[in-house]
C-alpha cells in the first residue's frame, strides 16, 4: 500500500494485517481523488473507521491541512500513529481511538467541521444509514462539504436524508465509492 500523489507520492505505508481491516485499493483511491480533483485549500479532513488511515494520509499528501483519524480498533489506531511518524506528519495528523458515532458526538460538541470526511465501514452492518443521519443532522458538515462513502452493493444509501445529496456513485470491483455533498443553504 503506498500514497499515490502530492508531496509523499510513492511512499509506502504500514497496514494492519488482519482479516478485520479492508485495505483500499491504489486504484480505489486514484478514483476518489480524481473525482475530488483538488483539494479546497486549507482542506480540513475527517477519516472515519480510518483502518491504516490511507485516504487521510493521501490527502495530507496532496494539500489538505489537517486530518483527524478515527477507528475504535488499537491495531488501526497504533498503524496510523505509526504512518504519522513515518511521514513527519504528527503536528497534522491527530488520532481518535473511539466509536464512530461517539467521536462524531464529541467533535460537534467542540464544533469541529471538516470539508472532506471519508466514511468506510465494515459493510452490511448498518453502519453507513446510522453515520450518515448522525452526519446529515450535523454541522459537523459545513456547506459544499463532501462525504465519500465505500459501501457494498448490497448496502445503498438512506433516501430520507435533509441535508446531504447523493451527487455520483461510482462502482469499483464489488463496491460503491459514493459522494455526498451538503445542500448549499437558501
Request: glycine fraction near 6%; charged fraction near 20%; proline fraction near 5%.
Amino acid at each position: 500500500m503506498r500514497i499515490i500523489s502530492g508531496r509523499f507520492k510513492s511512499q509506502k505505508i504500514f497496514f494492519p494485517k488482519t482479516h478485520q481491516t479492508r485495505p483500499v485499493t491504489d486504484r480505489a483511491k486514484e478514483t476518489i481523488f480524481n473525482v475530488l480533483g483538488s483539494l479546497p485549500e486549507g482542506a480540513l479532513v475527517l477519516d472515519l473507521f480510518a483502518g491504516s488511515g490511507s485516504l487521510g494520509l493521501e490527502a495530507l499528501s496532496r494539500g489538505a491541512s489537517t486530518a483527524c483519524f478515527v477507528d475504535q480498533a488499537l491495531f488501526s489506531t497504533s498503524c496510523i500513529k505509526r504512518n504519522l511518524d513515518k511521514l513527519r506528519l504528527n503536528h497534522v495528523g491527530f488520532v481518535i481511538k473511539s466509536p464512530v458515532q461517539q467521536a462524531i458526538r464529541n467533535l460537534i460538541k467542540q464544533e469541529k467541521s471538516f470539508n472532506l470526511i471519508f466514511l468506510d465501514p465494515p459493510h452490511n452492518k448498518g453502519l453507513i444509514k446510522k453515520i450518515l443521519h448522525q452526519l446529515d443532522h450535523s454541522d459537523i458538515v459545513p456547506p459544499l462539504g463532501i462525504i465519500v462513502v465505500g459501501h457494498s452493493n448490497q448496502e445503498g444509501l438512506p433516501q430520507d436524508l435533509e441535508t446531504l445529496c447523493n451527487q455520483r456513485s461510482i462502482k469499483i470491483g464489488q463496491t460503491f465509492v459514493s459522494f455526498l455533498a451538503k445542500k448549499e443553504e437558501r
